[in-house]
């Protein structure tokens, strides 16, 4: 067996080049009587908008035509002066079927902004008349920019008067193509006893605005731009300024609860020695069991803190008990599920009672929790809604999960929800969480749990992640909850036995975060080449943790923890090794990144894209084993197959070769090298300069069985690569080397 290896190097940055003029698709055309039209549609917008509203400026979404790519979104028109119009983006969904779905971009304008645009649509409409014989192509519009044609700023401004600049007559005419209407926000109602309900940025917080318009709510029940409304409040909200909701959601008020089963047979006390250097693994969920102390009591750091006026019940204990019992000792107590990892201390954070709790509450405590416990790295949330994510809109409690991800060096691993109906179901929050690895549930013979629930979230983004072992009924996990043994089914007991992975994976073997979760993930597919699936996400997890460190001899395992802090991060100089002139194998790679994010924004909720490239070089360019011209010159990518099926925007890339009976060696291009490259964008067309971290997992399979990971680790020192080998035995001796306390006399 080979071990898994680690690679270091400085890789080269490139910039972004400079973006030209607009321009427009090839076959495209725009008229001049359709200038007029979206005209027109502004004017009746306008006039529609309510003299009463209680905010200062105009809330008006553009309707797209298709779903759109950051460079085919308006340009000119809603711009105020020389500022991009994308500063008044306040938020981004989808509308239409699934053929003909397209976005719908809220932004928030001072109504002279649309009147100008008004104007200038008209004056772009009486040039294409005049100048143009009604209409304008690609050809006719890239000639402005012809200095041999002696196409000038000036000779512009000579043709047409200074009516309206080239370059704005061009950003017009790019924004004229791809824009069908204009509208005021108008979302659908929402029903539900307490709903959890997002306005629009604006000038006013939620609790501002609310109290504006009659509507008396907690300040504790609202956080910036959100509130928790009861429904009659909800309704007189809808009622007298329904264009101010952004989006709604029931709030987190009910759990679900396909949870312990039945007490089982008594099989006597259990015995557990005592903790000693172990990992802790942080669990946020219900109140843990210290009235009759289970077991395992001295593992786990107990921090009961329910909600004032809530005193614990006997039932609150179960949940919670039952999660950190399989944290500590869930390889003893089901032993088809040993993992090798050992035993796990745990310090416990019992914030909610069984049915639930306020959304922002929880928000609020996991925020708190996790900045008061920096030395804990992994956490285990077993916590779920009852109820449905929204399709187009992010949960609180994910979005609070994600920016802590983003900033914080920790990793969350939580249970994918429960299905307790019978129908399919979207998966609950906080399981919605993007930075997060979610974990589904699957019986003993692989196929989905009895009460799975699916995704995807936001309508693109794939979750779960990967799938595990969590009972069912007639093959339940046994679990601990005060001094007796609990049979258990669902998510909540899965995500617990990734989470001793990936503690084991991150505070035992000391591999970086985003690279732990890769190594989950290329783990449970291995060489498949299906796609994730909206059950079971990209695969079920290997029991044993070996498996995912001891490669076999055919194979070549590394992983890369860098950065990408330009547009391009990349390197030619990884020596794969040639067998006469060709490259004997296959090759796959998962990426892992934690995106800022932001809820505000709808959709376009990630605010970073790493696109991945890996393969041979040929003339200086990466042919990579997925193809992906996306970057490209003369890329004909469209935005939505970039998200289909190149996941952009999403913040886990795998790319595989197809395994076929008869593989193929590879032909080298001239070149002995193959290349990593990261393309990172931004939704922003300022770009976003913040560094992004992310983690790559690399695998190549000898199609011959031979084993060549000697002459990849010399070929790399020789490039000047750094080499360091995760030897399991080793890494566990230094770890455990390091928690050795030294005292001198």
């Given amino acids: 067996m080979n071990d898994l290896l680690m690679l270091q190097k400085d890789f080269e940055s490139k910039s972004a080049t400079a973006p030209t003029h607009p321009t427009l698709p090839t076959n495209a055309r725009v008229r001049a009587d359709r200038a007029l039209e979206l005209a027109d549609s502004l004017r009746r917008t306008l006039a529609s908008w309510p003299k009463n509203a209680p905010i200062k400026k105009v809330l008006i979404s553009v309707v797209y035509n298709k779903i759109t790519a950051k460079s085919n979104r308006t340009k000119r028109i809603l711009a105020e002066g020389s500022r991009d119009p994308e500063v008044s983006i306040r938020g981004a969904r989808y509308e239409g079927s699934d053929g003909n779905r397209h976005h719908v971009i809220t932004h928030y304008v001072d109504r002279e902004v649309i009147e100008s645009s008004i104007k200038e649509l008209e004056i772009t409409a009486g040039l294409l008349d005049k100048h143009f014989d009604g209409s304008i192509g690609k050809q006719e519009l890239d000639s402005l920019w012809d200095k041999n044609a002696g196409n000038t700023n000036d000779s512009w401004k000579k043709l047409t008067g200074g009516a309206v600049s080239r370059i704005n007559f061009a950003r017009l ?333 991150i505070d035992i073997i000391g591999v970086p975060r985003d690279v732990a979760k890769a190594l989950i993930i290329d783990s449970a597919c291995g060489w498949s080449n299906e796609g994730p699936h909206p059950i079971t996400g990209y695969g079920i997890v290997p029991i044993n943790i070996r498996d995912m460190l001891r490669i076999p001899n055919s194979e070549i395992k590394f992983f890369i923890n860098g950065i990408a802090s330009t547009y391009e991060t990349y390197n030619f100089t990884l020596p794969v090794p040639l067998v006469g002139n060709v490259f004997p194998y296959l090759a796959r790679a998962v990426m892992c990144y934690t995106p800022k994010c932001n809820r505000s924004q709808g959709v376009d909720y990630t605010s970073t894209e790493l696109d991945l490239h890996f393969g041979r070089i040929k003339a200086g360019k990466i042919v990579s084993i997925k193809p992906n011209t996306q970057g490209e010159a003369n890329d004909r990518t469209t935005e939505r197959d970039a998200r289909d099926l190149l996941g952009k925007w999403d913040n886990v890339k795998r790319i595989c070769d197809k395994v076929s009976t008869r593989p193929r060696a590879r032909k080298a291009f001239g070149s002995t090298t193959w290349g990593i490259k990261i393309r990172k964008t931004s939704r922003m067309s300022a770009g976003d300069p913040t560094p992004q971290p992310f983690g790559l997992v690399a695998t190549l399979r000898e199609i011959n069985g031979a084993n060549r990971i000697d002459s990849f680790i010399q070929h790399c020192h020789a490039e000047g690569w750094l080499v360091r080998t995760f030897d399991v035995d080793t890494r566990i001796r230094i770890y455990t080397d390091e928690q050795v306390d030294i005292q001198f006399d």
């Fill in 173 to 505: 005419v790019h924004d004229i193509c791809h824009i069908e209407e204009f509208e005021i926000p108008s979302p659908p109602s929402k029903e539900g006893n307490r709903i959890l309900t997002t306005l629009y940025e604006t000038d006013d917080t939620a609790f501002e605005m609310l109290r504006k318009l009659g509507i008396s709510v907690k300040y504790l029940d609202t956080l910036e731009n959100s509130a928790v409304l009861e429904q009659m409040q909800y309704r007189k909200l809808y009622e007298m300024a329904p264009y101010l909701i952004a989006m709604s959601t029931t709030d987190f008020s009910r759990m679900d609860e396909m949870d312990v089963v039945d007490s089982a047979e008594d099989k006597g006390p259990r015995i557990i020695g005592s903790p000693s250097n172990e990992p802790t693994i942080g669990v946020i969920d219900t109140p843990f069991d210290t009235e009759h102390p289970p077991y395992f009591s001295a593992w786990v750091d107990v921090r009961n803190d329910l909600p004032e006026g809530l005193p614990p019940r006997s039932k609150d204990y179960i949940h919670g008990t039952c999660v950190s019992s399989l944290l500590v000792n869930g390889h003893v107590m089901n032993h088809q599920l040993d993992d090798g990892c050992g035993c796990f201390k745990v310090r416990h954070f019992g914030i909610v009672p069984a049915e639930g709790l306020s959304s922002f509450a929880i928000a609020r405590k996991i925020k708190e929790i996790v900045e008061e416990n920096p030395d804990i790295h992994v956490w285990n949330l077993s916590l779920g809604s009852d109820e449905e994510t929204e399709r187009f809109c992010i949960s609180p409690e994910a979005e609070v999960l994600d920016k802590i991800q983003s900033d914080r060096n920790v990793l969350f691993v939580v249970a994918a929800t429960n299905n307790r109906t019978g129908s399919t179901h979207r998966i609950g929050a906080p399981a919605d969480s993007i930075n997060s690895l979610v974990v589904s549930s699957v019986k003993p013979d692989g196929t989905p749990a009895s009460y799975s629930r699916s995704g995807p979230v936001l309508d693109f983004y794939r979750k779960p992640d990967v799938a595990y072992y969590g009972g069912d009924m007639g093959c339940e996990l046994s679990a601990c909850c005060g001094t007796g043994e609990k049979l258990c089914m669902g998510t909540s007991y899965a995500a617990p036995l990734v989470a001793r992975k990936a503690s084991y994976l």
